[in-house]
């Protein structure tokens, strides 16, 4: 379910952000397939940049911020996330550890972390912190890139963007540094182009849209840790006889 969640969100941003799809659609004169106050955002026509009349191409960093500022004293207790507990496909990382600070990035819910040493990079390592205490500052591996979206642009856009094609080829292409040990060069990064529509109104509608379905995949996922506490739970007391089947619901409720 999850996966066809986050499916569901790329071909939204692609079609809006990447591909223009209501532009090119107005174009050749095809019905209208999304809500009216969504359809009327999009121009009729292109400019002699390929884009939506009206938009501008721009580097990452305006819509972005790589590795922003936070403010952890060293020693600080906080949750971590290592290289291990981010996936390489979707955006759910493990619950973080708990330990001091000592170096190394720092992220709040919200943020994507990216992967920016090989092969880590090249399998797909990459998240979308969802699962910190309110305001809080995680902090994990010093080989994360911190992809933060800038207001207005939604906060699951940096997560999009970690895991779009061409912006991973991009990163790739731009390592650094001596063989099994290259790294995905910030200022490469930032110099990756992005569309960006003329007024806010896009990227509010936008967030409308893509927020339910991160909301639902983060959900989606205490739900299947919540799952597999209880049968951890409740399994070897069934196998061994302590329990009864009948007697599992009054037991599980003690997990739940």
Known sequence: MNETLEQTARAIFQDW???FGPTRAKMEGRETYLAPEVWSE??????????????????LDRILDINPSERLPNGAVAPYLDMTSIPTTGPNADIPTVRPFKSGSKFRNGDTLFARITPCLENGKTAFVHNLPENTIGSGSTEFIVLRSRSPVPAAVSYLIARDARFRSHAIQNMTGTSGRQRADTSALIRFEVAVPPLPRLWHLLDET????????AAADRESRTLAATRDFLLP?????EIRVKDAETLAADVL
Do not use: H, Y
Request: charge should be negative; proline fraction near 9%; charged fraction near 40%.
């Open 237 to 241: 007391k069934l196998m061994s006889g």
């Open 17 to 19: 952000f990447v591909d």
């Open 210 to 217: 893509i927020r339910p379905i991160f909301d639902r995949i």
């Open 42 to 59: 999009f121009p009729d026509k292109f400019d002699e940049d390929e884009l939506p009349c009206g938009w501008k191409r721009s580097s």
